[in-house]
């Protein structure tokens, strides 16, 4: 069954801090992985995409890690700000005949001062 | 550029009435998604249309969920008639194709008492 997990579900730092959230995936065929960042109230808005040959890509103080042999992936964030404060969607594209997008739960970041 | 617009922003209704949401996608974008969001859970989809033909609607419930997209632009998600457990957010997705990343709207929160 496609899943795709992540831990931990919520997560509270001091702002300057630096932290990592994990992303397991039980996903065939993979394509490819991507982080979302979801401030409350809005909708997801796409921070990176790895596919298969990439182990690391980064937007700014965001970095995401992407190893396809464990299938694990994690996104470090460098110096947080208090507009981290979101919940952060990993998802991973399956492509078997069509592609489908399978969502992990999120993790909720709380940043504070 | 323009993102993709929902509406209306929030809803409620009593149990057993009927709603419906609206989403024009960016322009140009032939691929349109509807996902709910239950409070704390990843976006689920409920139907994917490529310009104004259904692609997958294998999560919806078509007994009382709908949705078209007259033309391959705008669309409508309606449900008649609403159940306590549909309180959720609405969100309406597009994508230049099938395989591009995804641009959310800000989403309809709905509320079913």
């Known amino acids: 069954k496609n899943q795709v997990e992540q831990s931990p579900q919520s997560l509270i730092i001091l702002e300057g801090k630096n932290c990592t959230l994990q992303?397991?995936?039980?996903?065939?065929?993979?394509?490819?992985l991507r982080w979302y960042k979801q401030d409350t109230g809005r909708g997801p808005v796409s921070l990176t995409i790895?596919?298969?040959?990439?182990n690391t890509k980064s937007n700014g103080r965001y970095t995401a890690t992407l190893d396809a042999d464990t299938k694990q992936s994690s996104l470090h964030i460098t110096a947080s700000q208090l507009s981290d404060s979101a919940s952060y969607i990993c998802?991973?594209?399956?492509?078997?005949?069509?592609?489908?997008?399978?969502f992990g739960t999120g993790t909720r970041l709380k940043v504070l001062a | 550029e323009a993102g993709v617009a929902q509406s209306p922003r929030y809803k409620i209704i009593e149990k057993r009435q009927s709603v419906a949401f609206w989403c024009n996608p960016i322009?140009?974008?032939?691929?349109l998604y509807w996902y709910q969001q239950i409070l704390g859970q990843g976006p689920k989809l409920l139907i994917q249309?490529?310009?104004?033909?259904?692609?997958?609607d294998s999560q919806l419930p078509k007994d009382r969920f709908s949705a078209e997209r007259l033309k391959g632009v705008d669309s409508t998600l309606k449900i008649q008639p609403a159940k306590l457990e549909d309180s959720a957010v609405y969100l309406c997705?597009?994508?230049?194709?099938?395989?591009?990343?995804?641009?959310f709207g800000p989403g309809t929160r709905l509320t079913v008492l």
């Open positions: 992303c397991n995936y039980t996903v065939s065929p993979f394509s490819n």
């Open positions: 790895m596919t298969f040959s990439e």
């Open positions: 998802v991973v594209t399956v492509t078997s005949g069509t592609y489908k997008y399978i």
């Open positions: 322009s140009g974008h032939a691929t």
């Open positions: 997705a597009s994508s230049l194709d099938i395989t591009d990343t995804q641009y």
């Open positions: 249309f490529q310009n104004n033909g259904v692609v997958d």
